[in-house]
């Protein structure tokens, strides 16, 4: 959950903050995005899609950015959030996936 900030008077030469939850999606993408690695971490990964697959993709980031004006989330967070929504929601249904084998080289 984030926090915002918000101004809530001032004493004498202080300003007072006022500290509350923001439960908004901007709230669940910041803890999505916030919650992984930073972008110099991040692996590439490329995968060919269906034209269909691309059409459901270009839907699911304009409803996120219309749901939430100013949040303007890039194509390339809305596939993170929903592979690790897939992942996490397939670990739900079959349990934690087993460790890669190493490779001998």
Known sequence: MTIGLATSGTVGAQTRICRHPILTIDAIVYDHVSSMVTSEEFAIVSARISPETQDKLERYLHYLNQREPGLNVKMSTAVR??????????????GPLPPVPKVKR
Do not use: A, N, T, Y
Not at 81 to 94: N, S, Y
């Open 81 to 94: 959030m929903l592979i690790v929504r897939g992942l996490d929601q397939l670990e739900k249904e079959i």
